[in-house]
Protein backbone atom coordinates (compact mmCIF):
# COMPACT_ATOMS: atom_id res chain seq x y z
CA UNK A 1 0.00 0.00 0.00
CA UNK A 2 2.90 2.43 1.08
CA UNK A 3 4.37 1.54 -2.25
CA UNK A 4 1.50 2.16 -4.64
CA UNK A 5 1.06 5.60 -2.68
CA UNK A 6 4.75 6.67 -3.49
CA UNK A 7 4.04 5.64 -6.89
CA UNK A 8 0.95 7.62 -7.33
CA UNK A 9 2.49 10.59 -5.48
CA UNK A 10 5.66 10.19 -7.59
CA UNK A 11 3.23 10.15 -10.91
CA UNK A 12 1.05 13.39 -9.86
CA UNK A 13 4.66 15.08 -9.06
CA UNK A 14 5.50 14.39 -12.55
CA UNK A 15 2.04 15.45 -14.20
CA UNK A 16 2.38 18.93 -11.59
CA UNK A 17 5.68 19.82 -13.23
CA UNK A 18 5.41 19.16 -16.90
CA UNK A 19 2.10 21.04 -16.47
CA UNK A 20 3.81 24.20 -14.74
CA UNK A 21 6.22 24.03 -17.51
CA UNK A 22 3.87 24.13 -19.90
CA UNK A 23 2.39 27.19 -17.88
CA UNK A 24 6.46 28.50 -18.21
CA UNK A 25 6.07 27.81 -21.94
CA UNK A 26 2.92 29.43 -23.00
CA UNK A 27 4.48 32.60 -21.26
CA UNK A 28 7.85 32.93 -23.16
CA UNK A 29 8.10 34.56 -26.64
CA UNK A 30 7.99 31.47 -29.14
CA UNK A 31 11.41 30.88 -30.47
CA UNK A 32 12.67 31.05 -26.60
CA UNK A 33 9.59 28.01 -25.85
CA UNK A 34 11.28 26.23 -28.74
CA UNK A 35 14.38 26.05 -27.49
CA UNK A 36 13.57 24.97 -24.24
CA UNK A 37 10.81 22.13 -25.10
CA UNK A 38 14.17 21.04 -27.32
CA UNK A 39 16.42 21.21 -24.22
CA UNK A 40 14.25 19.79 -21.60
CA UNK A 41 14.91 15.71 -20.81
CA UNK A 42 12.27 14.36 -22.20
CA UNK A 43 10.87 16.55 -24.67
CA UNK A 44 8.80 14.20 -25.88
CA UNK A 45 6.67 13.73 -22.59
CA UNK A 46 6.89 17.36 -22.55
CA UNK A 47 5.30 17.87 -26.31
CA UNK A 48 2.73 14.91 -25.17
CA UNK A 49 1.77 17.15 -21.96
CA UNK A 50 0.49 20.02 -23.90
CA UNK A 51 -3.84 19.53 -24.75
CA UNK A 52 -4.26 19.40 -28.52
CA UNK A 53 -5.41 23.11 -28.67
CA UNK A 54 -2.48 24.84 -26.71
CA UNK A 55 0.13 22.62 -29.10
CA UNK A 56 -1.84 23.96 -31.91
CA UNK A 57 -1.56 27.64 -30.63
CA UNK A 58 2.43 27.14 -30.46
CA UNK A 59 3.40 25.92 -33.30
CA UNK A 60 1.40 28.46 -35.35
CA UNK A 61 3.31 31.25 -32.66
CA UNK A 62 6.72 29.37 -33.27
CA UNK A 63 5.96 28.90 -37.14
CA UNK A 64 4.80 25.63 -39.00
CA UNK A 65 8.32 25.57 -40.54
CA UNK A 66 10.13 26.48 -37.54
CA UNK A 67 7.95 23.71 -35.16
CA UNK A 68 9.22 20.43 -37.47
CA UNK A 69 11.08 19.21 -34.30
CA UNK A 70 7.48 19.70 -32.44
CA UNK A 71 5.45 18.16 -34.75
CA UNK A 72 7.86 15.56 -35.24
CA UNK A 73 7.37 14.79 -31.00
CA UNK A 74 3.87 15.28 -31.59
CA UNK A 75 1.63 12.48 -30.71
CA UNK A 76 -0.93 10.86 -32.90
CA UNK A 77 -3.87 12.80 -31.50
CA UNK A 78 -1.82 15.83 -31.38
CA UNK A 79 -1.04 15.91 -35.00
CA UNK A 80 -5.30 14.58 -36.02
CA UNK A 81 -6.12 17.75 -34.36
CA UNK A 82 -3.74 19.83 -36.21
CA UNK A 83 -5.41 18.12 -39.50
CA UNK A 84 -8.78 18.57 -37.79
CA UNK A 85 -8.75 22.33 -37.42
CA UNK A 86 -6.17 23.53 -40.38
CA UNK A 87 -7.39 21.80 -43.97
CA UNK A 88 -11.07 22.14 -43.67
CA UNK A 89 -12.81 25.39 -45.06
CA UNK A 90 -16.52 24.65 -44.24
CA UNK A 91 -17.82 21.07 -44.88
CA UNK A 92 -14.99 20.70 -47.60
CA UNK A 93 -11.55 19.39 -47.75
CA UNK A 94 -8.90 22.29 -48.92
CA UNK A 95 -6.76 19.98 -50.94
CA UNK A 96 -3.42 23.13 -50.89
CA UNK A 97 -3.87 23.21 -47.34
CA UNK A 98 -3.29 19.68 -46.96
CA UNK A 99 -0.82 19.22 -48.88
CA UNK A 100 1.14 21.71 -46.77
CA UNK A 101 0.71 19.99 -44.16
CA UNK A 102 1.56 16.54 -45.24
CA UNK A 103 4.73 18.16 -45.91
CA UNK A 104 5.24 19.79 -42.87
CA UNK A 105 4.60 15.88 -41.53
CA UNK A 106 6.98 14.70 -43.81
CA UNK A 107 9.68 17.36 -43.66
CA UNK A 108 9.71 16.88 -39.55
CA UNK A 109 10.62 13.21 -39.89
CA UNK A 110 13.58 13.06 -42.03
CA UNK A 111 13.05 8.91 -42.24
CA UNK A 112 9.31 9.25 -42.59
CA UNK A 113 8.83 5.49 -41.43
CA UNK A 114 6.74 7.14 -38.49
CA UNK A 115 4.91 9.51 -40.25
CA UNK A 116 4.11 7.58 -43.26
CA UNK A 117 3.14 4.68 -41.12
CA UNK A 118 0.13 6.77 -39.73
CA UNK A 119 -0.76 8.27 -42.08
CA UNK A 120 -1.25 4.88 -43.80
CA UNK A 121 -2.71 3.42 -41.06
CA UNK A 122 -4.98 6.23 -39.01
CA UNK A 123 -5.28 8.44 -41.83
CA UNK A 124 -5.94 6.04 -44.65
CA UNK A 125 -9.01 7.90 -46.17
CA UNK A 126 -7.36 10.75 -45.99
CA UNK A 127 -4.32 9.90 -48.07
CA UNK A 128 -6.76 8.40 -50.55
CA UNK A 129 -8.71 11.53 -50.77
CA UNK A 130 -5.93 13.58 -52.05
CA UNK A 131 -4.24 10.92 -54.01
CA UNK A 132 -8.19 10.89 -55.52
CA UNK A 133 -7.78 14.66 -55.93
CA UNK A 134 -3.92 15.04 -56.90
CA UNK A 135 -2.81 12.32 -59.40
CA UNK A 136 -4.82 10.04 -62.36
CA UNK A 137 -3.69 6.35 -62.08
CA UNK A 138 -4.34 4.00 -64.76
CA UNK A 139 -3.61 0.33 -64.81
CA UNK A 140 -1.29 -1.60 -67.35
CA UNK A 141 -2.36 -4.68 -69.01
CA UNK A 142 0.44 -7.16 -69.18
CA UNK A 143 0.27 -6.60 -73.30
CA UNK A 144 -0.38 -3.07 -72.92
CA UNK A 145 3.04 -0.48 -74.26
CA UNK A 146 2.76 2.11 -71.28
CA UNK A 147 2.66 4.92 -73.89
CA UNK A 148 -0.49 4.46 -74.73
CA UNK A 149 -1.64 6.57 -71.77
CA UNK A 150 0.06 9.96 -72.73
CA UNK A 151 3.19 11.86 -71.45
CA UNK A 152 3.53 12.41 -67.69
CA UNK A 153 2.91 8.96 -66.46
CA UNK A 154 5.29 7.22 -64.26
CA UNK A 155 5.58 3.95 -62.77
CA UNK A 156 7.28 2.19 -59.64
CA UNK A 157 5.92 -1.33 -60.38
CA UNK A 158 5.55 -1.26 -64.59
CA UNK A 159 1.70 -1.94 -63.50
CA UNK A 160 0.08 1.23 -61.89
CA UNK A 161 1.27 4.04 -63.50
CA UNK A 162 0.61 7.45 -62.59
CA UNK A 163 -0.02 11.08 -63.88
CA UNK A 164 0.15 13.74 -61.35
CA UNK A 165 -2.66 16.45 -61.94
CA UNK A 166 -1.79 20.51 -61.71
CA UNK A 167 -3.40 22.29 -59.85
CA UNK A 168 -5.23 25.44 -61.16
CA UNK A 169 -3.45 28.15 -60.51
CA UNK A 170 -6.47 30.29 -58.60
CA UNK A 171 -7.08 27.67 -56.04
CA UNK A 172 -3.17 27.91 -55.19
CA UNK A 173 -2.37 31.34 -55.76
CA UNK A 174 0.93 31.37 -53.16
CA UNK A 175 2.10 28.12 -54.76
CA UNK A 176 3.73 27.07 -58.10
CA UNK A 177 2.75 24.26 -60.03
CA UNK A 178 6.52 22.58 -59.14
CA UNK A 179 6.15 23.03 -55.42
CA UNK A 180 2.85 20.74 -55.29
CA UNK A 181 4.15 18.66 -57.56
CA UNK A 182 7.14 17.67 -55.77
CA UNK A 183 5.15 17.35 -52.78
CA UNK A 184 2.67 14.83 -54.39
CA UNK A 185 6.00 12.99 -55.87
CA UNK A 186 7.39 12.63 -52.41
CA UNK A 187 4.41 11.43 -50.64
CA UNK A 188 4.26 8.58 -53.54
CA UNK A 189 7.72 7.55 -53.25
CA UNK A 190 7.63 7.44 -49.43
CA UNK A 191 4.13 5.25 -49.51
CA UNK A 192 5.94 3.07 -52.19
CA UNK A 193 9.03 2.65 -50.17
CA UNK A 194 6.82 1.98 -47.03
CA UNK A 195 5.31 -1.05 -47.91
CA UNK A 196 4.54 -1.61 -51.86
CA UNK A 197 1.57 -4.29 -51.56
CA UNK A 198 -0.47 -1.36 -48.97
CA UNK A 199 0.60 0.93 -51.83
CA UNK A 200 -0.68 -0.38 -54.57
CA UNK A 201 -3.70 -0.77 -52.77
CA UNK A 202 -4.09 2.94 -52.21
CA UNK A 203 -3.87 3.29 -56.13
CA UNK A 204 -6.45 0.77 -56.66
CA UNK A 205 -8.91 2.86 -54.15
CA UNK A 206 -8.07 6.64 -55.00
CA UNK A 207 -8.87 5.08 -59.08
CA UNK A 208 -12.48 3.86 -58.26
CA UNK A 209 -13.74 5.56 -55.01
CA UNK A 210 -16.12 7.80 -55.06
CA UNK A 211 -14.87 11.20 -53.70
CA UNK A 212 -17.89 13.03 -52.31
CA UNK A 213 -19.46 10.01 -50.51
CA UNK A 214 -15.41 9.37 -49.02
CA UNK A 215 -15.24 13.42 -47.87
CA UNK A 216 -18.67 13.19 -46.19
CA UNK A 217 -17.02 10.05 -44.12
CA UNK A 218 -14.04 12.38 -43.20
CA UNK A 219 -15.50 15.06 -42.14
CA UNK A 220 -17.95 13.27 -40.04
CA UNK A 221 -15.46 11.79 -38.53
CA UNK A 222 -13.53 14.64 -37.67
CA UNK A 223 -16.97 16.47 -36.18
CA UNK A 224 -17.14 13.76 -33.76
CA UNK A 225 -13.47 14.35 -32.32
CA UNK A 226 -13.74 17.96 -32.31
CA UNK A 227 -17.68 17.93 -30.58
CA UNK A 228 -15.64 16.82 -27.66
CA UNK A 229 -13.57 20.02 -27.00
CA UNK A 230 -16.52 22.18 -28.26
CA UNK A 231 -15.83 22.73 -31.75
CA UNK A 232 -19.38 21.15 -32.66
CA UNK A 233 -21.18 21.11 -36.26
CA UNK A 234 -21.84 24.86 -37.50
CA UNK A 235 -25.71 23.81 -37.21
CA UNK A 236 -25.41 22.85 -33.24
CA UNK A 237 -23.10 25.20 -32.49
CA UNK A 238 -25.63 28.48 -33.39
CA UNK A 239 -27.74 26.98 -30.83
CA UNK A 240 -25.35 28.82 -28.34
CA UNK A 241 -27.30 32.11 -29.49
CA UNK A 242 -30.55 31.04 -28.40
CA UNK A 243 -30.93 33.21 -25.21
CA UNK A 244 -32.57 31.72 -22.00
CA UNK A 245 -35.43 33.50 -19.83
CA UNK A 246 -34.45 34.51 -16.67
CA UNK A 247 -37.84 33.12 -14.77
CA UNK A 248 -36.78 29.92 -16.61
CA UNK A 249 -33.02 30.07 -16.13
CA UNK A 250 -32.56 28.08 -12.78
CA UNK A 251 -34.39 25.15 -13.84
CA UNK A 252 -33.06 25.16 -17.16
CA UNK A 253 -29.13 25.55 -16.65
CA UNK A 254 -28.65 23.28 -13.11
CA UNK A 255 -25.53 21.31 -13.19
CA UNK A 256 -26.79 17.61 -13.02
CA UNK A 257 -24.14 16.58 -11.89
CA UNK A 258 -21.58 16.89 -9.63
CA UNK A 259 -17.94 18.37 -10.12
CA UNK A 260 -14.76 16.37 -10.34
CA UNK A 261 -12.80 16.32 -7.34
CA UNK A 262 -9.65 15.41 -9.04
CA UNK A 263 -7.28 17.84 -10.62
CA UNK A 264 -6.78 18.02 -14.46
CA UNK A 265 -3.36 18.25 -15.60
CA UNK A 266 -4.09 18.32 -19.45
CA UNK A 267 -6.45 20.79 -18.92
CA UNK A 268 -6.11 23.86 -22.27
CA UNK A 269 -4.36 27.09 -20.53
CA UNK A 270 -4.19 29.23 -23.66
CA UNK A 271 -7.81 30.69 -23.05
CA UNK A 272 -7.24 31.89 -19.71
CA UNK A 273 -4.04 33.59 -20.57
CA UNK A 274 -5.86 36.27 -22.25
CA UNK A 275 -8.64 36.35 -20.03
CA UNK A 276 -9.78 40.00 -19.21
CA UNK A 277 -9.29 40.21 -15.01
CA UNK A 278 -11.70 43.29 -14.42
CA UNK A 279 -14.72 40.50 -15.29
CA UNK A 280 -17.03 39.01 -12.93
CA UNK A 281 -16.25 35.52 -15.01
CA UNK A 282 -12.29 35.73 -14.13
CA UNK A 283 -12.63 37.20 -10.83
CA UNK A 284 -15.33 34.58 -9.40
CA UNK A 285 -13.21 32.03 -10.62
CA UNK A 286 -9.94 32.98 -9.10
CA UNK A 287 -11.67 32.97 -5.76
CA UNK A 288 -13.08 29.07 -6.21
CA UNK A 289 -11.29 26.96 -3.47
CA UNK A 290 -11.37 23.50 -4.97
CA UNK A 291 -8.57 23.36 -7.89
CA UNK A 292 -10.81 19.97 -9.95
CA UNK A 293 -13.98 22.56 -9.49
CA UNK A 294 -11.34 25.48 -11.21
CA UNK A 295 -9.96 23.02 -13.41
CA UNK A 296 -13.40 21.66 -14.51
CA UNK A 297 -14.99 25.34 -14.89
CA UNK A 298 -11.87 26.37 -17.13
CA UNK A 299 -12.21 23.30 -19.07
CA UNK A 300 -15.97 24.10 -20.00
CA UNK A 301 -14.42 27.89 -20.73
CA UNK A 302 -12.37 26.47 -23.27
CA UNK A 303 -15.42 24.54 -25.15
CA UNK A 304 -17.83 27.55 -24.67
CA UNK A 305 -14.88 29.40 -26.62
CA UNK A 306 -14.18 26.76 -29.13
CA UNK A 307 -18.31 26.82 -29.99
CA UNK A 308 -18.21 30.43 -30.58
CA UNK A 309 -15.64 30.15 -33.11
CA UNK A 310 -17.93 27.48 -35.11
CA UNK A 311 -21.00 29.61 -34.86
CA UNK A 312 -18.72 32.79 -36.15
CA UNK A 313 -17.49 30.82 -38.64
CA UNK A 314 -13.92 32.30 -37.77
CA UNK A 315 -10.67 29.76 -37.90
CA UNK A 316 -8.34 30.82 -34.68
CA UNK A 317 -4.63 30.16 -34.97
CA UNK A 318 -2.60 33.01 -32.96
CA UNK A 319 -3.80 33.62 -29.54
CA UNK A 320 -4.03 37.43 -30.47
CA UNK A 321 -6.99 36.09 -32.48
CA UNK A 322 -8.27 34.19 -29.82
CA UNK A 323 -8.37 37.24 -27.53
CA UNK A 324 -11.59 38.72 -29.17
CA UNK A 325 -13.45 35.10 -28.48
CA UNK A 326 -12.23 35.47 -25.30
CA UNK A 327 -13.50 39.02 -24.69
CA UNK A 328 -17.12 37.95 -26.20
CA UNK A 329 -17.17 34.68 -23.94
CA UNK A 330 -16.24 36.23 -20.73
CA UNK A 331 -18.23 39.69 -21.54
CA UNK A 332 -21.58 37.67 -21.95
CA UNK A 333 -20.65 35.35 -18.91
CA UNK A 334 -19.60 38.88 -16.99
CA UNK A 335 -23.46 40.48 -17.97
CA UNK A 336 -25.27 36.62 -17.35
CA UNK A 337 -23.76 36.72 -13.18
CA UNK A 338 -24.59 40.45 -13.16
CA UNK A 339 -28.39 39.16 -14.18
CA UNK A 340 -28.04 36.75 -11.55
CA UNK A 341 -26.72 38.89 -8.82
CA UNK A 342 -29.48 41.19 -9.42
CA UNK A 343 -32.15 39.12 -8.62
CA UNK A 344 -30.57 37.06 -5.70
CA UNK A 345 -31.35 37.50 -2.75
CA UNK A 346 -29.56 39.11 -0.11
CA UNK A 347 -28.58 35.90 1.78
CA UNK A 348 -25.98 35.24 -0.66
CA UNK A 349 -23.57 32.68 0.68
CA UNK A 350 -20.52 33.67 -1.46
CA UNK A 351 -17.87 36.33 -0.64
CA UNK A 352 -17.81 37.21 -4.09
CA UNK A 353 -20.78 37.62 -5.99
CA UNK A 354 -20.55 34.62 -9.06
CA UNK A 355 -18.92 32.07 -7.31
CA UNK A 356 -21.82 29.74 -6.00
CA UNK A 357 -23.56 30.16 -9.45
CA UNK A 358 -20.16 28.99 -11.51
CA UNK A 359 -20.46 26.12 -9.57
CA UNK A 360 -24.28 25.62 -9.70
CA UNK A 361 -24.47 26.47 -13.55
CA UNK A 362 -23.43 25.21 -16.92
CA UNK A 363 -21.05 28.09 -18.40
CA UNK A 364 -23.30 28.06 -21.58
CA UNK A 365 -26.39 28.61 -20.08
CA UNK A 366 -24.67 31.63 -18.29
CA UNK A 367 -23.23 32.51 -21.25
CA UNK A 368 -26.95 32.83 -23.24
CA UNK A 369 -28.95 34.23 -20.19
CA UNK A 370 -26.24 37.11 -20.51
CA UNK A 371 -27.26 37.27 -24.59
CA UNK A 372 -30.03 37.31 -24.34
CA UNK A 373 -30.00 40.75 -22.74
CA UNK A 374 -28.34 41.61 -25.91
CA UNK A 375 -31.04 40.17 -28.05
CA UNK A 376 -33.86 41.40 -25.98
CA UNK A 377 -32.64 44.94 -26.86
CA UNK A 378 -32.76 43.62 -31.01
CA UNK A 379 -36.42 42.61 -30.28
CA UNK A 380 -37.30 45.83 -29.07
CA UNK A 381 -35.48 48.17 -31.87
CA UNK A 382 -37.26 45.48 -34.82
CA UNK A 383 -40.68 45.59 -33.71
CA UNK A 384 -40.22 49.22 -32.85
CA UNK A 385 -38.96 49.78 -36.69
CA UNK A 386 -41.29 47.97 -38.23
CA UNK A 387 -44.27 50.29 -36.50
CA UNK A 388 -42.16 53.62 -36.53
CA UNK A 389 -43.27 56.94 -37.97
CA UNK A 390 -39.90 57.52 -39.64
CA UNK A 391 -39.98 54.03 -41.69
CA UNK A 392 -43.88 54.61 -42.20
CA UNK A 393 -42.67 57.84 -43.73
CA UNK A 394 -40.07 55.94 -46.26
CA UNK A 395 -36.79 57.45 -44.29
CA UNK A 396 -33.44 55.57 -43.78
CA UNK A 397 -31.71 54.72 -40.86
CA UNK A 398 -29.49 57.79 -41.14
CA UNK A 399 -31.98 60.19 -40.52
CA UNK A 400 -31.51 59.77 -36.91
CA UNK A 401 -27.92 61.11 -37.15
CA UNK A 402 -24.59 59.04 -36.67
CA UNK A 403 -24.89 58.08 -33.02
CA UNK A 404 -28.26 56.85 -33.19
CA UNK A 405 -27.88 55.40 -36.46
CA UNK A 406 -24.90 53.43 -35.39
CA UNK A 407 -26.73 52.32 -32.42
CA UNK A 408 -29.58 51.12 -33.90
CA UNK A 409 -27.50 49.77 -36.82
CA UNK A 410 -25.87 47.43 -34.16
CA UNK A 411 -29.17 46.44 -32.80
CA UNK A 412 -30.35 45.25 -36.05
CA UNK A 413 -27.49 43.20 -36.76
CA UNK A 414 -28.08 39.73 -37.15
CA UNK A 415 -25.99 39.06 -33.77
CA UNK A 416 -26.60 42.31 -32.22
CA UNK A 417 -23.30 44.98 -31.10
CA UNK A 418 -22.79 47.79 -28.93
CA UNK A 419 -21.92 50.74 -30.96
CA UNK A 420 -18.47 51.58 -29.14
CA UNK A 421 -17.67 54.57 -31.98
CA UNK A 422 -14.14 54.10 -31.87
CA UNK A 423 -13.37 54.09 -28.14
CA UNK A 424 -11.50 51.58 -27.67
CA UNK A 425 -10.53 51.37 -31.43
CA UNK A 426 -13.39 49.88 -33.20
CA UNK A 427 -17.41 51.10 -34.33
CA UNK A 428 -18.45 48.29 -33.17
CA UNK A 429 -18.07 45.81 -30.02
CA UNK A 430 -19.47 43.42 -28.02
CA UNK A 431 -21.49 43.53 -24.96
CA UNK A 432 -19.55 43.63 -22.02
CA UNK A 433 -21.73 44.59 -19.42
CA UNK A 434 -24.88 45.49 -18.42
CA UNK A 435 -23.66 49.15 -18.60
CA UNK A 436 -23.04 48.88 -22.16
CA UNK A 437 -26.78 46.67 -22.42
CA UNK A 438 -28.68 50.03 -20.09
CA UNK A 439 -26.71 52.69 -22.69
CA UNK A 440 -27.77 50.83 -25.63
CA UNK A 441 -31.63 50.95 -24.18
CA UNK A 442 -31.40 54.29 -23.22
CA UNK A 443 -30.39 55.32 -26.57
CA UNK A 444 -32.89 53.64 -27.95
CA UNK A 445 -35.54 55.02 -25.73
CA UNK A 446 -34.85 58.13 -26.31
CA UNK A 447 -35.03 57.51 -30.25
CA UNK A 448 -38.54 55.89 -29.88
CA UNK A 449 -39.65 59.15 -28.02
CA UNK A 450 -38.70 61.37 -30.77
CA UNK A 451 -40.18 59.10 -33.04
CA UNK A 452 -43.53 59.03 -31.20
CA UNK A 453 -43.20 63.08 -30.70
CA UNK A 454 -42.66 62.98 -34.77
CA UNK A 455 -45.92 61.09 -34.95
CA UNK A 456 -48.07 63.31 -32.98
CA UNK A 457 -46.96 66.05 -35.23
CA UNK A 458 -47.25 64.35 -38.10
CA UNK A 459 -45.57 67.71 -40.09
CA UNK A 460 -46.54 67.90 -44.07
CA UNK A 461 -43.22 68.13 -46.64
CA UNK A 462 -44.01 70.66 -48.67
CA UNK A 463 -41.95 68.88 -51.13
CA UNK A 464 -39.74 66.22 -51.36
CA UNK A 465 -36.16 66.39 -50.05
CA UNK A 466 -33.18 64.44 -50.75
CA UNK A 467 -33.25 61.87 -47.81
CA UNK A 468 -29.63 62.22 -47.25
CA UNK A 469 -29.99 65.94 -46.04
CA UNK A 470 -32.63 64.93 -43.75
CA UNK A 471 -32.24 64.09 -40.25
CA UNK A 472 -34.68 64.44 -37.10
CA UNK A 473 -32.18 67.38 -35.79
CA UNK A 474 -32.69 69.55 -38.99
CA UNK A 475 -36.26 68.49 -39.14
CA UNK A 476 -37.24 69.22 -35.99
CA UNK A 477 -35.16 72.71 -35.96
CA UNK A 478 -36.35 74.04 -39.02
CA UNK A 479 -40.37 73.58 -38.04
CA UNK A 480 -39.72 75.13 -35.16
CA UNK A 481 -37.61 78.31 -36.83
CA UNK A 482 -40.61 78.57 -39.07
CA UNK A 483 -42.81 78.82 -35.87
CA UNK A 484 -40.90 81.63 -34.87
CA UNK A 485 -40.89 83.18 -38.07
CA UNK A 486 -44.88 83.12 -38.10
CA UNK A 487 -44.09 80.88 -41.29
CA UNK A 488 -45.85 77.38 -42.44
CA UNK A 489 -44.62 74.85 -39.92
CA UNK A 490 -44.24 72.04 -43.11
CA UNK A 491 -41.04 70.75 -43.75
CA UNK A 492 -39.58 73.03 -46.48
CA UNK A 493 -35.93 74.66 -46.44
CA UNK A 494 -35.32 78.32 -45.15
CA UNK A 495 -34.36 81.41 -47.04
CA UNK A 496 -31.26 82.70 -45.96
CA UNK A 497 -32.11 86.29 -45.95
CA UNK A 498 -35.24 84.89 -43.37
CA UNK A 499 -32.77 82.62 -41.34
CA UNK A 500 -30.34 85.37 -40.57
CA UNK A 501 -32.08 87.45 -38.54
CA UNK A 502 -33.28 84.18 -36.29
CA UNK A 503 -29.25 82.97 -36.01
CA UNK A 504 -28.53 86.28 -35.05
CA UNK A 505 -31.06 85.71 -31.94
CA UNK A 506 -30.41 82.58 -31.24
CA UNK A 507 -26.63 83.18 -30.26
CA UNK A 508 -27.40 86.10 -28.81
CA UNK A 509 -25.35 88.75 -31.09
CA UNK A 510 -26.36 91.94 -29.34
CA UNK A 511 -24.43 90.35 -26.43
CA UNK A 512 -20.89 89.95 -25.46
CA UNK A 513 -19.28 85.98 -26.30
CA UNK A 514 -17.23 83.88 -24.40
CA UNK A 515 -13.74 84.25 -23.37
CA UNK A 516 -12.88 81.51 -26.21
CA UNK A 517 -15.11 83.57 -28.78
CA UNK A 518 -17.99 81.35 -28.91
CA UNK A 519 -21.50 82.53 -28.12
CA UNK A 520 -24.30 80.75 -26.03
CA UNK A 521 -27.59 80.28 -27.57
CA UNK A 522 -30.50 82.02 -25.74
CA UNK A 523 -31.74 80.66 -22.49
CA UNK A 524 -35.35 81.61 -23.31
CA UNK A 525 -34.91 80.19 -26.70
CA UNK A 526 -34.03 76.75 -25.62
CA UNK A 527 -37.14 77.00 -22.83
CA UNK A 528 -38.90 77.82 -25.98
CA UNK A 529 -38.36 75.41 -28.78
CA UNK A 530 -38.99 72.87 -25.38
CA UNK A 531 -42.50 74.44 -24.73
CA UNK A 532 -42.96 74.59 -28.81
CA UNK A 533 -42.52 70.79 -28.97
CA UNK A 534 -44.83 70.14 -25.97
CA UNK A 535 -47.60 72.27 -27.33
CA UNK A 536 -47.51 70.59 -30.66
CA UNK A 537 -46.98 66.77 -29.23
CA UNK A 538 -49.76 67.41 -26.65
CA UNK A 539 -47.76 66.37 -23.89
CA UNK A 540 -46.57 68.18 -20.46
CA UNK A 541 -43.14 70.11 -20.73
CA UNK A 542 -42.11 69.10 -17.72
CA UNK A 543 -42.75 65.01 -18.32
CA UNK A 544 -41.08 65.92 -21.84
CA UNK A 545 -38.07 67.59 -19.96
CA UNK A 546 -37.53 64.89 -17.52
CA UNK A 547 -37.54 62.16 -20.58
CA UNK A 548 -35.69 63.69 -23.32
CA UNK A 549 -34.08 67.12 -21.54
CA UNK A 550 -30.72 65.51 -21.85
CA UNK A 551 -30.63 64.83 -25.32
CA UNK A 552 -31.77 68.43 -26.14
CA UNK A 553 -29.42 70.04 -23.92
CA UNK A 554 -26.84 67.83 -25.82
CA UNK A 555 -28.27 68.97 -29.43
CA UNK A 556 -28.02 72.65 -28.08
CA UNK A 557 -24.53 72.43 -26.88
CA UNK A 558 -24.23 70.54 -30.53
CA UNK A 559 -25.18 73.59 -31.75
CA UNK A 560 -23.50 75.94 -29.69
CA UNK A 561 -20.02 74.25 -30.96
CA UNK A 562 -20.86 73.68 -34.87
CA UNK A 563 -22.35 77.38 -34.73
CA UNK A 564 -21.17 79.75 -32.03
CA UNK A 565 -18.30 81.22 -33.78
CA UNK A 566 -20.08 81.74 -37.29
CA UNK A 567 -21.05 85.02 -37.85
CA UNK A 568 -24.67 85.59 -39.40
CA UNK A 569 -23.35 87.39 -42.70
CA UNK A 570 -21.17 84.44 -43.66
CA UNK A 571 -23.83 81.51 -43.31
CA UNK A 572 -22.96 79.42 -46.32
CA UNK A 573 -26.09 76.53 -46.52
CA UNK A 574 -23.94 74.57 -47.81
CA UNK A 575 -22.62 74.14 -44.53
CA UNK A 576 -25.61 74.21 -42.77
CA UNK A 577 -26.46 70.48 -41.48
CA UNK A 578 -28.93 71.54 -38.46
CA UNK A 579 -31.11 73.26 -40.25
CA UNK A 580 -32.48 73.22 -43.80
CA UNK A 581 -32.10 76.08 -45.96
CA UNK A 582 -32.26 76.92 -49.47
CA UNK A 583 -28.88 76.91 -51.78
CA UNK A 584 -27.45 80.34 -52.49
CA UNK A 585 -28.38 81.69 -56.08
CA UNK A 586 -25.63 82.40 -58.12
Excluded at 33 to 58: G, N, R, T
Excluded at 310 to 316: H, P, S
Excluded at 551 to 562: G, N, Q, V
Aim: glycine share 4%; with cysteine.
Amino acid sequence: MTNERITTTSHEDRRMALMETRTQLLAMAPEKALEKIMAFPQPAALVHAFPEEDLHFLIHEIGPQDALPIIALASSKQLEYLLDQEIWQRDRLHIETLAEWLGHFLQSDPSSDRMTQWLTTEKLELIEFFLLKSIEVQIREHDQDPSIFGPGFFSYDHVFYIRIIQRPAAEAPDKTADQHERLVKSLLDHLAEADHDKFQSILMEAAHVLSAELEEDIYRQRNVRLAEKGFLPFEEAVGLYQPINLSDFPHRAQRRQALPEEKNYHLSLVPMTVLPPDNLFSQALQTITSAAHRDMIQEEFAALCNRIIVADRQKITRRKSLVEIVQKASGYLHIGLQRLQDQATSGKSSSLPGVDDLQRYHLESVFRLGYGAAVGLKQAAEEWVHRSWFARRGLPLTFWGETWLGVIGGLLLKRPLFFDNYQTGRMYREFNDLEDIDRSRRQLEQVQIFDRLLDRLDPAFASPLKSSFLSYKNLFLTLWVRHCLSLPEEVRPLTTQAFQPFFRKLFQYDMIPLSDGRRRIDDALRADFLHWLADRADHPAAKLSASIGSSLEALFTELEEAYGRVSPDHIDPRYIRHFLLEPLTP
